[in-house]
């Protein structure tokens, strides 16, 4: 059985290319599954082909970031991949994610390790009903959101005085407005997107029960906590809060600092797997000198 990586991405399409022949280099018999927004730029299909084993999967609407169809992204390349790839672990990767370490030596330690899962599961604690600012992540997942048009001074005064009741976000591609709720049944849990995850792991996120589905479609963010609550609640799963992955911070920035040469001391030292996030327009050399350590 091999090894899937879910790549997901909806700019730089050469980027993308790149990584997947990395991948297909850097392990001949894993599978791909890509999935790429293309309302930007498109990717070269015939490239992609080329590869093998690809598992292109197409989304049927544009993928609005932190909303429903980011949730619905995710589960359509997990489902596609167990439907259509006979795979023992898989790896969800970004566009400009990369791996910093030979392929063959991070996949023997995922078949041979003790655990299930590498996910981050850390506790969110519901909202208190005190009219101050709730906890970023208490706000996102104990409200239910829906899209409304942009709101006047009058509105949002008025939701302002309604707090904890009610509260508006302004997300890049409008707003919501979100009424307070109970939460999941389950203890929710937060963490990154970019999940590491067994056969079974992948199996208990897709089949979670609609119920709860169905509330993380009114969430904000929801893939930074659907897969993590749901893995968090599957007792039978071993779980490492280790993601294998490499970022490197600014203080107080929302986003991963781009990487580049200079951070390749850090990155190899780090013994993760991956590193994001990687811009050819801001360094091209650190990939060249990447691919020396991982293509040899």
């Given at each position: 059985?091999?090894?899937?990586?879910?790549?997901?991405?909806?700019?730089?399409?050469?980027?993308?290319?790149?990584?997947?022949?990395t991948?297909?280099?850097?392990?001949?018999?894993?599978?791909?599954?890509?999935?790429?927004d293309?309302?930007?730029?498109?990717?070269?299909?015939?490239a992609?082909?080329?590869?093998?084993?690809?598992?292109?999967?197409?989304?049927?609407?544009?993928?609005?970031?932190?909303?429903?169809?980011?949730?619905?992204?995710?589960?359509?390349?997990?489902?596609?991949?167990?439907?259509?790839?006979?795979?023992?672990?898989?790896?969800v990767?970004?566009?400009?994610?990369?791996?910093?370490?030979?392929?063959?030596?991070?996949?023997?330690?995922?078949?041979?390790?003790a655990?299930?899962?590498y996910?981050e599961?850390?506790?969110?604690?519901p909202?208190?009903?005190s009219?101050?600012?709730?906890?970023?992540?208490?706000r996102?997942y104990?409200?239910?959101?829906?899209?409304?048009?942009?709101?006047?001074?009058?509105?949002r005064?008025?939701?302002?005085?309604?707090?904890?009741?009610?509260?508006?976000?302004?997300?890049?591609?409008?707003?919501?407005?979100?009424?307070?709720?109970?939460?999941?049944?389950?203890?929710?849990?937060?963490?990154a997107?970019?999940?590491?995850?067994?056969?079974?792991?992948?199996?208990?996120?897709?089949n979670?029960?609609?119920?709860?589905?169905?509330?993380?479609?009114?969430?904000?963010?929801?893939?930074?906590?659907?897969?993590?609550?749901?893995?968090?609640?599957?007792?039978?799963?071993?779980?490492?809060?280790?993601?294998?992955?490499?970022?490197?911070?600014?203080?107080?920035?929302?986003?991963p600092s781009?990487?580049?040469?200079?951070?390749?001391?850090?990155?190899?030292?780090?013994?993760?797997?991956?590193?994001?996030?990687?811009?050819?327009?801001?360094?091209?050399?650190?990939?060249?000198?990447?691919d020396?350590?991982?293509l040899?």
């Open positions: 059985m091999s090894t899937a990586y879910v790549v997901i991405s909806h700019r730089q399409p050469e980027q993308v290319l790149r990584l997947a022949r991948l297909r280099t850097g392990s001949p018999s894993c599978s791909l599954v890509v999935h790429h293309d309302r930007a730029v498109a990717l070269d299909e015939a992609l082909r080329a590869l093998g084993g690809v598992e292109r999967v197409l989304p049927p609407t544009p993928v609005a970031w932190g909303w429903t169809s980011q949730l619905d992204m995710l589960l359509r390349c997990l489902t596609r991949a167990l439907e259509r790839v006979d795979f023992e672990w898989l790896v990767l970004s566009g400009q994610d990369y791996p910093i370490r030979p392929l063959e030596d991070s996949e023997r330690e995922l078949r041979e390790g655990f299930d899962a996910v599961t850390v506790p969110v604690a909202p208190s009903w009219r101050a600012d709730a906890d970023e992540f208490a996102r104990f409200y239910r959101y829906r899209p409304i048009r942009p709101p006047g001074p009058l509105l005064r008025a939701v302002a005085a309604a707090r904890p009741l009610l509260t508006l976000r302004d997300m890049p591609w409008g707003t919501v407005l979100g009424r307070r709720c109970a939460g999941p049944s389950r203890s929710v849990r937060r963490g997107d970019w999940l590491t995850l067994s056969r079974g792991a992948v199996e208990a996120v897709v979670a029960s609609p119920q709860l589905v169905r509330h993380y479609r009114r969430a904000l963010m929801p893939t930074e906590s659907f897969p993590h609550t749901v893995l968090h609640a599957t007792a039978a799963l071993r779980l490492s809060g280790d993601t294998r992955r490499f970022t490197s911070w600014a203080p107080s920035s929302p986003n781009v990487l580049g040469v200079g951070d390749l001391e850090a990155m190899l030292a780090s013994g993760n797997d991956f590193a994001r996030k990687f811009d050819p327009g801001v360094d091209a050399r650190v990939l060249d000198e990447l020396r350590v991982v040899g």
